[in-house]
């Protein structure tokens, strides 16, 4: 009887150690967001020089040019396998009591996509509805010759369903990126991506029309202006490339237009210009860094060009301008017609809304426009698109920020950005008052400041023992500070007025 009970008392033990570990092993995939990946230096290859010229091609036999086009690219798109947390329905033809064992193990789905490696180091650009919401862990990358990568994500952009997520490589075959601003209407161009799980699929069509604005994007400050072709895109191309007859990549294909969830004859592809503008952004400041015009507008129409003696339907009309914005500052009123950017002609909003979007903050982007019935130029340096630093907070003894932004700089505030990271506003105290409440407006992820745990909408009060209460000062202790030590102690205070300091390091 010993012996059965001792081994009886051991098969238990083993079986318990076998759930505990089985548990412990599905926890290590939570349903936090994927961590986010470290940035280093890497290089996106860009190329405009055709592989074959036009007048080479007419004597080449179509089928050799996309099976050349195939070999050389389809190496360089991968398969993205997601893992996403499975929620519970919420209607009301469903039990929302959850069962023990669903609270112990949270129930999972898994999703396919495609992704583009646009360095050779491992960068990968895909849809960010590609990998949105994947748990801890839950990024798998397979590339054409069947490696298999964990990924992380670098950085995502919702107004352009655009990500980047990097997996550890060298040497990794790479896609050469293209001009899409060259793309013409009825070229060829070839779709490469994993539908339906079917992994290095090659499509071919033409380029259907540009420019599209098809409202898929299910955010506030979306921007679409996509390639559409009639290369065959279903579910599991997103994310893959659009290719042109060079190789080079034109577009990262996004969506379909169909009922059915299937392709039905067009679908829609990000271009390339504003897809790698994302993806540096994400790869070099955690986040798009986007340039701000500072107009409402609206396509002309036929009655309006006539109005005002266009003389064709051409152009982008401004509706209104903000003040101190870029375009005002340029001297750009309103019912002014923007006819092309930086040579390019415009006829759509959305048109121009990615001609600028393609830029940084601080360049200069020469307009030509219509005004009283002339065409005049005008240069305007682009402001940085961000929202306004603080928002429905209280300014008074008892609390740190403003209840309103007061209008004007004589009475309301003005920001500085420092090269740590970060972005102060300072907010005047009183109409009479020379002293400021500096409030941290903005800190670029992955900075000095960002990393060592400083955050948007606290408050800096002191610098080691030195009281700030302005931007000049602030400035000045900060230079001091770390051209003596090497680094500065920052004071701070959040909106409980709980006390903490953050001390960043010069680079």
Do not use: C
Not at 287 to 308: C, P, Q, T, W
Not at 384 to 395: H, I, N, W, Y
Not at 454 to 478: C, H, M, P, S
């Amino acid at each position: 009887m010993r012996r059965r009970d001792f081994y009886l008392t051991a098969t238990l033990l083993i079986l318990i150690g076998v759930t505990i570990g089985t548990i412990f092993a599905l926890y290590t995939i939570n349903p936090e967001l994927a961590s986010f990946a470290e940035v280093k230096v890497t290089e996106v290859k860009k190329s405009e020089a055709p592989l074959f010229a036009d007048e080479d091609l007419e004597n080449y036999d179509a089928r050799f040019v996309f099976k050349k086009i195939a070999e050389n690219v389809t190496p360089t798109v991968v398969y993205i396998e997601t893992i996403i947390p499975l929620e519970t329905p919420d209607d009301e033809n469903h039990d929302f009591s959850e069962s023990i064992w669903d609270r112990i193990v949270p129930r999972r789905a898994r999703t396919v996509g495609s992704g583009v490696l646009i360095t050779n180091d491992g960068y990968i650009l895909t849809n960010f509805h590609v990998i949105e919401g994947a748990v801890r862990n839950g990024l798998k990358v397979v590339l054409n010759d069947k490696r298999e990568y964990p990924a992380k994500v670098v950085g995502h952009d919702p107004s352009t369903d655009l990500a980047v997520i990097k997996i550890n490589g060298q040497d990794l075959p790479s896609i050469v990126v293209g001009n899409s601003d060259s793309v013409d209407v009825g070229e060829w161009v070839l779709a490469i991506g994993n539908p339906f799980r079917l992994r290095s699929t090659v499509t071919a069509g033409i380029v259907s029309a540009l420019s599209r604005d098809v409202q898929i994007i299910n955010d506030r400050m979306r921007i679409e202006s996509f390639i559409q072709t009639d290369a065959a895109i279903n579910k599991g191309n997103s994310g893959g490339a659009l290719v042109n007859t060079s190789g080079q990549l034109i577009g990262i294909n996004t969506a379909i237009a169909s009922q059915s969830g299937s392709y039905q004859g067009y679908g829609f592809a990000v271009p390339s210009n504003l897809a790698i503008k994302v993806a540096t952004d994400l790869i070099q400041y955690g986040e798009v860094r986007r340039a701000l015009l500072g107009v409402s507008i609206a396509a002309v129409n036929y009655d309006r060009a006539v109005e005002i003696g266009l003389g064709s339907v051409r152009g982008v009309e401004i509706l209104g301008v903000s003040v101190g914005g870029a375009a005002e500052e340029s001297g750009i009123i309103t019912g002014d017609v923007v006819l092309a950017v930086n040579g390019q002609s415009v006829n759509e909003s959305n048109e121009l809304q990615e001609k600028v979007a393609v830029l940084q903050p601080g360049d200069v982007v020469d307009l030509k426009l219509w005004r009283d019935g002339s065409e005049i130029t005008r240069s305007v340096q682009l402001k940085v698109a961000e929202p306004l630093p603080v928002e429905d907070l209280t300014f008074s003894e008892e609390s740190l920020y403003p209840e309103e932004i007061p209008e004007g700089d004589d009475t309301g505030y003005e920001s500085q950005e420092f090269d740590l990271g970060f972005k102060v506003t300072a907010y005047k105290k009183s109409e009479n008052s020379d002293n400021f409440d500096l409030i941290v407006s903005h800190v670029y992820k992955f900075s000095e400041a960002w990393n060592r745990g400083l955050r948007a909408e606290q408050k800096i009060t002191a610098i080691g023992e030195e009281k700030v209460e302005d931007l000049n000062t602030l400035k000045d202790l900060l230079t001091k500070n770390l051209t003596a030590n090497g680094s500065v102690t920052l004071e701070v205070r959040n909106k409980d007025n709980a006390k903490g300091y953050v001390e960043l390091e010069r680079n």
